[in-house]
């Protein structure tokens, strides 16, 4: 920890030598900001920006249509015309804006536009094809993708993992149990052990192929599993020994086996919130309720395809599928940028928004993180409009934190509800993850179907942080001091060597290092503390040359170039000002000119706008772009400058 007396004097020399800003213009863009966002806001209460993914998501709603033989030639028409809009220069489709051209991607949108009716020879489908083959064809796609493939008769059933149905019948002390999985892992997995059992054949009405994408022919090839460890080739073996073996398994099994599957889908098809409230879990379900026989107009049918028909953003011209959407995630934070506002338009707004939260709450309805933690209340919420078996701890500590620091007496027993659930889900090592606790177990990540490496949901550095910015506000009673101080552990663990944290759900270092230090100081962490003096230096060292922060999804798979991108964006530089602002950095340069940056980047009707992506799904696999991001963090930013210039803070 540095001299007290020291980091005083620092303190007065950078007030003496910055130039203050003229809180002039910043309060003009407050204005401007707070009257956009308030205008988004729907007469419910709540906000819900679009919630952007790669192309997968669009091309697999083509694939279903083809799958099915149910064909909206005008909404496909749409949807490809996004898709090529977002070819990039190497002919490939990105995971995200500006990134390069991915294998798995690639070939879902190439097939996803040739059934759609674009010619193979026309020179945007040349170029992709060319790409998709230097990186090794369709062969090397991923598992999802190959599943997606075999069902389309594009290769072999083979060339997937072995995934029986009877999996949902393996006991709870298996090495594998579906609830050892994340929650978005499970969704996906239950409905596809049905249309893997009874090997489902997409209708393909047009009988399209693309057999130009494999470098050989499918049905010869035998390396759709290339080794990626001792621990995983163990596990490919007993994979390809169960296939063999699976032939000899009595039917009763099976048939038990299909019923209790089947019954695990309904129960949690959520009615048009759909299964797990996500995509892939959602367009699986409605598959597999097919294959089991379910009619078309059969009300649970009905209700599973308007649950993914509600995440289409249709245009004039073109179309896209979200995999999801974000309305209490959106409203927590909206609501937290004006509650740093703090006027009566905005306190009206927030009123409105907590009023729409608090019945979103999940209290004593069947959620399935009580697996593994049989005795503790529900009190969470989740991220959609309706996802009742998964509130998670993201949400829910923002939801909790704003209503606490609403001052309502009205939200004390929703918010306390909140933190018994946020601390009885602490894990082990003093972390908290998204939805489960204790998710953990590694070497589920080199069975073959995980090739993703996303099958688990451990315990994140920004997850655990927002549950300590919330568990700093409630006092100090028992349980919450002792799940304070584990994380606080835990936190301070997870500081990597050059003073940034970690971001697993935005990205990324710029995005954890402000989580982290936002929660610090709610704690009453010193600005003065080593760990906090080690962020701020590290953030202060990536500031670009315009005075603002970027950086890109590269920074997962190439963790050296961490805190950089292609330019500065509003969501990032929000987020380095707000976390050098929590540091007690409020009148340095850095911040400063952080905040001009927002100023000259504001548009005429008072939001950014910035089309990088700004999440990982998955890191390196699934990225997402929040549109909401570039609305209501830099407002956020804005007013908390402006209280803490003029002392309201």
Request: charged share 25%; glycine share 8%.
């Amino acid at each position: 920890m540095k001299d007290s007396t020291a980091w005083l004097d620092y303190q007065r020399a950078a007030t003496e030598t910055t130039d203050k800003l003229s809180l002039s213009g910043v309060k003009g863009a407050i204005y401007r900001s707070v009257g956009a966002l308030q205008r988004a806001q729907h007469a419910d209460g709540y906000w819900s920006f679009e919630l952007e993914a790669d192309c997968t998501i669009p091309a697999e709603y083509i694939l279903m249509m083809h799958y099915l033989g149910e064909i909206d030639h005008e909404l496909e028409r749409k949807l490809a015309t996004y898709l090529r809009g977002r070819q990039g220069d190497d002919g490939g489709w990105p995971l995200y804006y500006g990134g390069a051209a991915e294998v798995s991607c690639s070939v879902k949108v190439y097939y996803a536009l040739k059934l759609s009716g674009d010619d193979p020879d026309q020179p945007h489908m040349l170029r992709a094809r060319k790409t998709i083959l230097r990186l090794g064809g369709a062969a090397r796609a991923n598992v999802f993708t190959r599943i997606a493939l075999a069902m389309f008769e594009q290769l072999p059933w083979r060339g997937v993992p072995f995934l029986p149905v009877e999996i949902i019948l393996l006991p709870r002390w298996f090495p594998f149990h579906i609830y050892r999985v994340s929650y978005w892992s499970r969704t996906v997995m239950v409905p596809l052990l049905i249309l893997w059992t009874f090997k489902a054949r997409a209708r393909n009405p047009k009988n399209i192929s693309i057999r130009e994408l494999f470098e050989r022919d499918p049905w010869r090839q035998n390396d759709y599993f290339p080794t990626r460890s001792v621990l995983n080739r163990l596990f490919l073996v007993l994979d390809r020994l169960g296939l063999r073996l699976y032939p000899l398994l009595p039917d009763r099994f099976r048939r038990r086996a299909i019923k209790k599957a089947e019954a695990w889908i309904v129960e949690r098809l959520n009615g048009v919130g759909g299964l797990g409230a996500i995509f892939p879990a959602m367009i699986n379900a409605y598959e597999a309720l097919e294959m089991l026989g379910y009619p078309l107009n059969h009300p649970l049918r009905v209700q599973a395809r308007k649950a993914i028909d509600d995440l289409l953003i249709v245009g004039e011209h073109s179309a896209y599928c979200q995999p999801c959407v974000s309305p209490v995630w959106d409203t927590a934070w909206a609501s937290i940028a004006l509650q740093e506002v703090g006027d009566e338009a905005s306190q009206k707004s927030v009123k409105k928004a907590l009023s729409w939260l608090s019945a979103k709450q999940l209290l004593d309805q069947p959620q399935d993180w009580a697996y593994n933690r049989r005795h503790v209340r529900g009190g969470g919420w989740p991220f959609q409009f309706i996802n009742s078996h998964y509130p998670d701890l993201d949400d829910t500590a923002a939801v909790a934190y704003g209503m606490n620091r609403s001052g309502e007496r009205s939200y004390d027993g929703a918010v306390q509800r909140a933190t018994e659930w946020i601390c009885g889900m602490q894990s082990k090592n003093g972390g908290f993850a998204s939805f489960d606790a204790d998710n953990n177990h590694t070497y589920l990540n080199e069975i073959p179907f995980a090739d993703h490496g996303a099958l688990l949901d451990p315990p994140t550095e920004d997850v655990s942080a927002r549950c300590l910015m919330l568990l700093a506000r409630l006092g100090n009673s028992s349980e919450v001091s002792t799940a304070k101080k584990k994380c606080m552990d835990y936190i301070l663990r997870s500081q990597q060597p050059d003073g940034s944290w970690y971001g697993r759900w935005g990205t990324n270092y710029i995005y954890g290092t402000w989580s982290v230090l936002v929660a610090l100081e709610e704690e009453g962490v010193g600005s003065e503390d080593s760990a906090v003096r080690k962020a701020v230096a590290w953030l202060s060292s990536v500031q670009r040359d315009d005075g603002g922060w970027g950086e890109s999804c590269d920074t997962y798979f190439e963790p050296e170039e961490k805190g950089h991108g292609g330019r500065s964006t509003s969501f990032h530089t929000a987020w380095a000002v707000l976390g050098l602002m929590s540091a007690g950095e409020v009148h340095s340069a850095s911040v400063r000119q952080g905040i001009e940056f927002l100023l000259r980047t504001q548009h005429a009707d008072g939001f950014w706008r910035d089309p990088e992506f700004n999440a990982p799904g998955f890191p390196r696999v699934f990225y997402l772009k929040y549109h909401g991001y570039d609305k209501y963090f830099p407002l956020l930013a804005l007013a908390r400058y402006k209280n803490l210039t003029a002392g309201k803070n």
